[in-house]
Protein backbone atom coordinates (compact mmCIF):
# COMPACT_ATOMS: atom_id res chain seq x y z
CA UNK A 1 0.00 0.00 0.00
CA UNK A 2 3.01 2.27 0.59
CA UNK A 3 4.16 2.05 -3.26
CA UNK A 4 4.09 4.59 -5.32
CA UNK A 5 0.46 5.33 -7.12
CA UNK A 6 0.07 6.35 -10.17
CA UNK A 7 -2.66 8.71 -11.42
CA UNK A 8 -4.53 6.30 -13.42
CA UNK A 9 -3.70 3.06 -11.38
CA UNK A 10 -7.43 1.99 -9.72
CA UNK A 11 -7.87 2.46 -6.11
CA UNK A 12 -7.49 -0.86 -4.10
CA UNK A 13 -9.97 -1.14 -1.07
CA UNK A 14 -9.96 -4.15 1.30
CA UNK A 15 -7.80 -6.16 -1.46
CA UNK A 16 -10.70 -5.14 -3.73
CA UNK A 17 -9.76 -3.21 -7.09
CA UNK A 18 -12.71 -0.77 -7.68
CA UNK A 19 -13.39 -1.52 -11.10
CA UNK A 20 -16.29 -0.24 -13.17
CA UNK A 21 -17.88 -3.38 -12.69
CA UNK A 22 -17.11 -3.96 -9.29
CA UNK A 23 -18.12 -0.77 -8.11
CA UNK A 24 -21.98 -1.24 -10.52
CA UNK A 25 -22.51 -4.77 -8.72
CA UNK A 26 -22.22 -2.88 -5.11
CA UNK A 27 -26.07 -1.67 -3.45
CA UNK A 28 -26.45 1.31 -2.64
CA UNK A 29 -25.14 1.18 0.76
CA UNK A 30 -22.21 -0.72 0.06
CA UNK A 31 -20.77 2.50 -2.09
CA UNK A 32 -22.18 4.50 0.62
CA UNK A 33 -19.77 2.13 2.70
CA UNK A 34 -16.46 2.60 0.43
CA UNK A 35 -16.65 6.83 0.45
CA UNK A 36 -15.03 6.78 4.03
CA UNK A 37 -11.88 4.40 2.86
CA UNK A 38 -11.77 6.05 -0.40
CA UNK A 39 -11.75 9.67 1.16
CA UNK A 40 -8.57 8.31 3.17
CA UNK A 41 -6.60 6.29 0.66
CA UNK A 42 -7.41 10.07 -1.04
CA UNK A 43 -6.21 12.15 1.57
CA UNK A 44 -3.00 9.79 1.98
CA UNK A 45 -1.96 10.08 -1.27
CA UNK A 46 -2.35 13.71 -2.21
CA UNK A 47 -3.56 15.35 -4.86
CA UNK A 48 -3.36 13.15 -8.11
CA UNK A 49 -0.73 15.16 -9.76
CA UNK A 50 -0.01 14.39 -13.46
CA UNK A 51 2.92 11.96 -13.85
CA UNK A 52 4.74 9.98 -16.38
CA UNK A 53 2.24 7.17 -16.56
CA UNK A 54 1.68 7.80 -20.14
CA UNK A 55 4.53 8.05 -22.18
CA UNK A 56 5.07 11.56 -22.83
CA UNK A 57 7.17 10.80 -26.13
CA UNK A 58 4.73 8.12 -27.42
CA UNK A 59 1.64 10.49 -26.82
CA UNK A 60 3.70 13.65 -28.79
CA UNK A 61 4.65 11.16 -31.69
CA UNK A 62 0.37 10.34 -32.12
CA UNK A 63 0.59 13.92 -32.52
CA UNK A 64 2.69 14.15 -35.31
CA UNK A 65 1.14 11.52 -37.09
CA UNK A 66 -2.20 12.05 -36.91
CA UNK A 67 -3.73 13.39 -40.47
CA UNK A 68 -6.48 15.68 -41.16
CA UNK A 69 -8.92 16.80 -43.76
CA UNK A 70 -8.06 20.62 -44.03
CA UNK A 71 -11.19 21.30 -46.19
CA UNK A 72 -12.96 20.26 -42.98
CA UNK A 73 -15.12 23.61 -41.58
CA UNK A 74 -16.43 21.79 -38.16
CA UNK A 75 -13.88 19.70 -35.95
CA UNK A 76 -14.95 17.85 -33.22
CA UNK A 77 -12.93 19.22 -30.15
CA UNK A 78 -13.27 16.10 -27.74
CA UNK A 79 -9.97 14.85 -28.75
CA UNK A 80 -8.01 14.15 -25.35
CA UNK A 81 -4.36 13.59 -27.27
CA UNK A 82 -1.78 15.59 -25.93
CA UNK A 83 -3.72 16.97 -23.57
CA UNK A 84 -1.77 14.50 -20.82
CA UNK A 85 1.74 16.49 -21.66
CA UNK A 86 0.42 19.99 -20.97
CA UNK A 87 -1.14 18.94 -17.49
CA UNK A 88 2.33 16.81 -16.89
CA UNK A 89 3.77 20.60 -17.64
CA UNK A 90 1.34 23.05 -16.49
CA UNK A 91 -0.15 21.56 -13.32
CA UNK A 92 -0.82 24.71 -12.10
CA UNK A 93 -3.99 24.97 -13.72
CA UNK A 94 -5.88 22.94 -11.20
CA UNK A 95 -5.33 25.98 -9.04
CA UNK A 96 -7.34 28.28 -11.59
CA UNK A 97 -11.12 28.87 -11.28
CA UNK A 98 -13.35 30.91 -12.93
CA UNK A 99 -13.68 34.92 -12.12
CA UNK A 100 -14.76 35.73 -8.50
CA UNK A 101 -17.64 37.71 -10.30
CA UNK A 102 -18.76 34.83 -12.33
CA UNK A 103 -22.69 34.67 -12.51
CA UNK A 104 -22.08 30.76 -12.24
CA UNK A 105 -20.43 30.65 -8.79
CA UNK A 106 -18.03 28.28 -9.88
CA UNK A 107 -15.24 30.33 -7.80
CA UNK A 108 -13.69 27.30 -6.80
CA UNK A 109 -10.67 25.42 -8.09
CA UNK A 110 -10.08 21.71 -8.29
CA UNK A 111 -7.67 22.08 -6.15
CA UNK A 112 -9.83 24.05 -3.43
CA UNK A 113 -12.57 20.84 -4.08
CA UNK A 114 -10.00 18.31 -3.86
CA UNK A 115 -8.77 20.15 -0.19
CA UNK A 116 -12.24 20.38 0.78
CA UNK A 117 -13.59 17.24 3.06
CA UNK A 118 -16.95 17.38 2.28
CA UNK A 119 -16.71 17.93 -1.07
CA UNK A 120 -14.28 15.38 -1.70
CA UNK A 121 -16.50 12.51 -0.20
CA UNK A 122 -19.75 14.47 -2.23
CA UNK A 123 -17.01 13.76 -5.10
CA UNK A 124 -16.14 10.23 -4.37
CA UNK A 125 -19.96 8.92 -4.20
CA UNK A 126 -21.41 10.80 -7.16
CA UNK A 127 -17.83 8.58 -8.93
CA UNK A 128 -19.27 5.84 -7.05
CA UNK A 129 -22.83 6.47 -9.03
CA UNK A 130 -24.58 7.19 -6.21
CA UNK A 131 -25.62 10.45 -6.99
CA UNK A 132 -28.28 8.65 -9.91
CA UNK A 133 -28.39 4.96 -8.16
CA UNK A 134 -31.85 6.23 -6.70
CA UNK A 135 -35.17 6.02 -7.65
CA UNK A 136 -36.61 9.62 -9.16
CA UNK A 137 -39.90 11.59 -10.34
CA UNK A 138 -40.44 13.25 -13.75
CA UNK A 139 -41.02 16.42 -12.98
CA UNK A 140 -43.08 16.58 -16.22
CA UNK A 141 -44.68 13.35 -15.90
CA UNK A 142 -44.87 12.80 -12.71
CA UNK A 143 -43.70 9.29 -13.18
CA UNK A 144 -41.48 7.33 -11.17
CA UNK A 145 -37.85 6.57 -12.84
CA UNK A 146 -35.59 3.66 -12.26
CA UNK A 147 -32.12 4.09 -10.97
CA UNK A 148 -29.48 4.14 -13.30
CA UNK A 149 -26.84 1.77 -12.32
CA UNK A 150 -24.15 3.57 -13.82
CA UNK A 151 -20.45 4.04 -12.05
CA UNK A 152 -16.94 4.69 -12.85
CA UNK A 153 -13.46 2.62 -12.33
CA UNK A 154 -12.27 4.71 -9.00
CA UNK A 155 -8.74 6.29 -10.06
CA UNK A 156 -7.21 9.30 -8.40
CA UNK A 157 -7.54 10.91 -12.01
CA UNK A 158 -11.29 10.20 -11.21
CA UNK A 159 -11.16 12.91 -9.18
CA UNK A 160 -9.91 15.67 -11.13
CA UNK A 161 -12.57 14.69 -13.74
CA UNK A 162 -15.59 14.25 -11.43
CA UNK A 163 -14.89 17.58 -9.82
CA UNK A 164 -15.62 19.20 -13.21
CA UNK A 165 -18.08 17.32 -14.72
CA UNK A 166 -20.15 16.59 -11.06
CA UNK A 167 -19.55 20.78 -11.42
CA UNK A 168 -17.85 21.44 -7.86
CA UNK A 169 -14.83 23.20 -10.02
CA UNK A 170 -15.15 24.61 -13.62
CA UNK A 171 -13.66 23.04 -16.30
CA UNK A 172 -10.80 25.62 -17.22
CA UNK A 173 -9.69 25.77 -20.95
CA UNK A 174 -7.05 24.37 -22.30
CA UNK A 175 -6.80 24.72 -26.01
CA UNK A 176 -6.35 21.26 -27.79
CA UNK A 177 -3.45 20.48 -29.45
CA UNK A 178 -5.17 18.26 -32.02
CA UNK A 179 -7.05 21.52 -33.23
CA UNK A 180 -3.80 23.57 -32.80
CA UNK A 181 -2.37 21.48 -35.85
CA UNK A 182 -5.31 21.49 -37.88
CA UNK A 183 -5.09 25.14 -37.58
CA UNK A 184 -1.88 26.05 -38.01
CA UNK A 185 -1.37 23.37 -41.35
CA UNK A 186 -4.72 25.27 -42.86
CA UNK A 187 -3.61 28.73 -42.35
CA UNK A 188 0.11 28.32 -42.36
CA UNK A 189 2.87 26.91 -44.38
CA UNK A 190 5.72 24.35 -42.91
CA UNK A 191 8.98 26.51 -41.41
CA UNK A 192 6.43 29.49 -41.33
CA UNK A 193 7.07 31.51 -37.92
CA UNK A 194 3.81 31.54 -35.98
CA UNK A 195 2.85 34.17 -33.24
CA UNK A 196 0.59 32.85 -29.73
CA UNK A 197 0.18 35.80 -28.20
CA UNK A 198 -1.41 33.69 -25.05
CA UNK A 199 0.96 30.85 -24.83
CA UNK A 200 -1.13 29.35 -21.62
CA UNK A 201 -0.85 25.58 -21.01
CA UNK A 202 0.90 24.70 -24.40
CA UNK A 203 -1.73 23.29 -26.58
CA UNK A 204 -0.41 25.63 -29.52
CA UNK A 205 2.49 24.98 -29.12
CA UNK A 206 2.35 21.14 -29.21
CA UNK A 207 0.50 21.27 -32.12
CA UNK A 208 3.23 24.31 -34.09
CA UNK A 209 6.10 21.48 -32.94
CA UNK A 210 3.85 18.36 -34.40
CA UNK A 211 3.87 20.36 -37.76
CA UNK A 212 7.32 21.87 -38.23
CA UNK A 213 6.26 25.21 -37.14
CA UNK A 214 8.84 28.06 -35.71
CA UNK A 215 6.80 28.83 -32.45
CA UNK A 216 6.73 32.35 -31.02
CA UNK A 217 4.65 32.30 -27.31
CA UNK A 218 4.07 35.01 -25.24
CA UNK A 219 2.74 34.38 -21.46
CA UNK A 220 3.23 36.34 -17.99
CA UNK A 221 2.27 33.40 -16.03
CA UNK A 222 3.56 30.07 -17.81
CA UNK A 223 6.71 30.19 -19.30
CA UNK A 224 8.73 28.90 -17.06
CA UNK A 225 6.27 25.29 -17.22
CA UNK A 226 6.66 25.67 -21.28
CA UNK A 227 10.41 26.25 -21.20
CA UNK A 228 10.28 22.42 -19.13
CA UNK A 229 8.34 21.07 -21.81
CA UNK A 230 10.84 22.30 -24.53
CA UNK A 231 13.29 21.06 -22.58
CA UNK A 232 12.11 18.13 -22.25
CA UNK A 233 11.41 17.05 -26.13
CA UNK A 234 13.79 19.00 -27.04
CA UNK A 235 12.28 21.35 -29.37
CA UNK A 236 13.86 23.25 -31.90
CA UNK A 237 12.74 27.06 -33.05
CA UNK A 238 10.95 27.95 -30.02
CA UNK A 239 10.76 31.56 -28.60
CA UNK A 240 9.12 32.10 -24.86
CA UNK A 241 8.54 35.22 -23.98
CA UNK A 242 8.02 35.78 -20.32
CA UNK A 243 5.69 39.12 -20.69
CA UNK A 244 2.51 40.65 -21.86
CA UNK A 245 1.23 40.68 -25.97
CA UNK A 246 0.63 44.23 -25.03
CA UNK A 247 4.52 45.04 -24.99
CA UNK A 248 5.47 42.74 -27.19
CA UNK A 249 6.61 44.15 -31.18
CA UNK A 250 8.80 41.59 -33.08
CA UNK A 251 8.80 44.36 -35.96
CA UNK A 252 7.32 44.95 -39.38
CA UNK A 253 6.02 41.85 -41.05
CA UNK A 254 8.25 39.38 -38.49
CA UNK A 255 5.61 36.39 -38.54
CA UNK A 256 3.50 34.23 -40.92
CA UNK A 257 0.75 33.52 -38.97
CA UNK A 258 -0.93 34.76 -35.25
CA UNK A 259 -3.27 32.52 -33.50
CA UNK A 260 -4.70 32.37 -30.34
CA UNK A 261 -7.32 31.70 -27.73
CA UNK A 262 -7.15 35.19 -25.32
CA UNK A 263 -8.43 35.28 -21.53
CA UNK A 264 -12.01 37.07 -21.02
CA UNK A 265 -11.94 39.87 -19.11
CA UNK A 266 -14.94 37.93 -16.53
CA UNK A 267 -14.98 34.39 -17.09
CA UNK A 268 -11.87 32.51 -15.91
CA UNK A 269 -9.03 33.20 -13.04
CA UNK A 270 -5.98 32.06 -13.24
CA UNK A 271 -3.48 34.14 -10.76
CA UNK A 272 -4.08 37.07 -8.56
CA UNK A 273 -1.07 38.40 -10.45
CA UNK A 274 -1.12 41.69 -11.52
CA UNK A 275 0.26 40.66 -15.24
CA UNK A 276 -2.70 38.98 -15.38
CA UNK A 277 -4.72 41.88 -17.47
CA UNK A 278 -8.07 41.04 -16.24
CA UNK A 279 -6.93 41.83 -12.61
CA UNK A 280 -5.99 45.49 -13.50
CA UNK A 281 -9.82 45.97 -14.33
CA UNK A 282 -11.78 46.20 -17.47
CA UNK A 283 -10.39 49.60 -18.81
CA UNK A 284 -6.96 48.27 -19.17
CA UNK A 285 -8.31 44.75 -20.29
CA UNK A 286 -9.56 46.24 -23.26
CA UNK A 287 -8.17 49.82 -23.72
CA UNK A 288 -5.05 49.00 -23.70
CA UNK A 289 -4.36 44.80 -23.12
CA UNK A 290 -6.46 44.11 -26.28
CA UNK A 291 -6.08 47.27 -28.49
CA UNK A 292 -2.83 47.26 -28.12
CA UNK A 293 -2.02 43.38 -29.06
CA UNK A 294 -4.07 43.26 -32.01
CA UNK A 295 -1.72 46.61 -32.96
CA UNK A 296 1.20 44.79 -32.21
CA UNK A 297 -0.08 41.84 -34.35
CA UNK A 298 -1.12 44.16 -37.06
CA UNK A 299 2.47 45.49 -37.77
CA UNK A 300 4.14 41.88 -37.21
CA UNK A 301 2.01 39.81 -39.28
CA UNK A 302 2.73 39.60 -42.96
CA UNK A 303 0.68 41.05 -45.79
CA UNK A 304 -2.25 38.63 -46.73
CA UNK A 305 -1.06 36.54 -44.07
CA UNK A 306 -3.60 35.19 -41.42
CA UNK A 307 -5.21 36.32 -37.73
CA UNK A 308 -6.78 34.07 -35.75
CA UNK A 309 -9.19 34.27 -32.99
CA UNK A 310 -10.66 31.35 -30.73
CA UNK A 311 -13.67 33.26 -28.52
CA UNK A 312 -16.72 32.86 -27.88
CA UNK A 313 -19.89 34.98 -29.55
CA UNK A 314 -20.64 36.67 -26.96
CA UNK A 315 -17.48 38.49 -26.46
CA UNK A 316 -18.51 41.13 -29.15
CA UNK A 317 -16.20 43.27 -28.01
CA UNK A 318 -13.34 41.53 -28.14
CA UNK A 319 -14.42 40.42 -31.90
CA UNK A 320 -15.51 44.07 -33.11
CA UNK A 321 -12.36 45.17 -32.10
CA UNK A 322 -10.45 42.79 -33.84
CA UNK A 323 -12.92 43.75 -36.85
CA UNK A 324 -11.54 47.33 -36.83
CA UNK A 325 -8.07 46.44 -37.03
CA UNK A 326 -8.56 43.07 -39.47
CA UNK A 327 -11.89 43.89 -41.19
CA UNK A 328 -14.46 40.99 -41.27
CA UNK A 329 -13.19 37.67 -40.77
CA UNK A 330 -12.80 35.80 -44.01
CA UNK A 331 -14.02 32.34 -42.39
CA UNK A 332 -14.71 30.56 -39.40
CA UNK A 333 -14.06 27.45 -38.30
CA UNK A 334 -16.26 25.76 -35.11
CA UNK A 335 -15.42 23.95 -32.87
CA UNK A 336 -18.17 21.13 -31.89
CA UNK A 337 -17.89 19.69 -28.40
CA UNK A 338 -20.29 17.21 -27.26
CA UNK A 339 -20.49 16.83 -22.86
CA UNK A 340 -22.00 13.26 -22.20
CA UNK A 341 -23.57 13.34 -18.60
CA UNK A 342 -25.28 10.58 -16.08
CA UNK A 343 -29.22 12.11 -16.03
CA UNK A 344 -32.09 10.27 -14.55
CA UNK A 345 -34.22 10.29 -18.33
CA UNK A 346 -30.83 8.88 -19.78
CA UNK A 347 -30.30 12.10 -21.92
CA UNK A 348 -27.66 11.61 -24.05
CA UNK A 349 -25.56 14.56 -23.40
CA UNK A 350 -25.22 18.26 -25.07
CA UNK A 351 -23.56 20.37 -27.75
CA UNK A 352 -22.15 23.26 -28.03
CA UNK A 353 -20.06 24.86 -30.95
CA UNK A 354 -17.34 27.63 -30.51
CA UNK A 355 -15.67 29.67 -33.57
CA UNK A 356 -12.11 30.32 -34.51
CA UNK A 357 -12.30 33.61 -36.39
CA UNK A 358 -9.80 33.82 -39.44
CA UNK A 359 -9.07 37.55 -40.74
CA UNK A 360 -6.73 38.21 -43.52
CA UNK A 361 -4.05 40.91 -42.82
CA UNK A 362 -4.83 43.50 -45.58
CA UNK A 363 -1.79 45.95 -45.17
CA UNK A 364 -2.06 49.66 -47.22
Same mark, same amino acid.
Given at each position: ?35 ? @? ?19 ? %? ?28 ? &? ?39 ? $? $? ?12 ? /?? @? ?7 ? /?? %? ?77 ? %? ?25 ? @? &? ?9 ? /? ?16 ? /? ?32 ? $? ?37
Amino acid at each position: MDKKIKINDTIVIGEKELTKQYVESLSYEERKDLIE @PIFKYMRKYGFPKPDKNIDLN %QEFNKLVNIKFNLNEGTLFNNSSLGNYICL &YFCWNIFYSCTDKKSKNKLNLSVMDVFYDDEKLKSLIFNRL $G $GDWFIETVDKKTGN /TL @PPVNEAFRI /TP %QQMITGARSKRLAPSISMFKPTIAKFIYQKYSQEGDTVFDYSAGFGGRLLGAMSCNRKYIGVDPLTISSLNNMVEYFQF %QNVQLIDGESENVNLGESTIDFSFSSP @P &YYDQEFYSKNL /TQAYNKGREYFYDVYWKK /TLENIKIMLKPNKYFGLNILNKYTQMIDMAKEQF $GEPIEIVSLRTVRSHLTKNKNTGTEKYEPVFIFRNIKE
